[in-house]
C-alpha cells in the first residue's frame, strides 16, 4: 500500500468519524428536546419510543466514531505520512 493510498484511507475514516460525531450529538440532541417536550406536555407512547430509538441509535453511532478518531490520530502521530 502506497502512502498516498493510506493517506486517502486515514482521511477518508476522518470524514467518517466526523460525520458519525456529529449525528450522534445530534441525535442526543432531539432526545434531549424530546424529553423536555414531554416533560412540559405529557409523556405519550410514541414519544417515549422516540427519545429511546435518538439514545440507541445516537450510542450505536456516536461511540465507534469517537473510537475511530482517537484511532487515526494515534495512526497519525505513531507514522505520520510525508507531505505531498
Do not use: K, N, W
Request: with cysteine; aromatic share 10%; proline share 6%.
Amino acid at each position: 500500500m502506497s502512502a498516498d493510498d493510506l493517506a486517502a484511507r486515514r482521511h477518508r475514516i476522518a470524514q467518517l468519524t466526523v460525520t458519525g460525531q456529529r449525528l450522534g450529538y445530534l441525535l442526543y440532541l432531539a432526545a434531549a428536546a424530546l424529553f423536555f417536550t414531554g416533560f412540559a406536555t405529557r409523556f405519550h407512547g410514541p414519544l417515549v419510543t422516540a427519545i429511546i430509538v435518538c439514545l440507541v441509535v445516537g450510542s450505536l453511532v456516536l461511540a465507534p466514531a469517537i473510537v475511530f478518531s482517537y484511532a487515526v490520530r494515534a495512526a497519525d502521530r505513531e507514522e505520520p505520512l510525508p507531505p505531498h
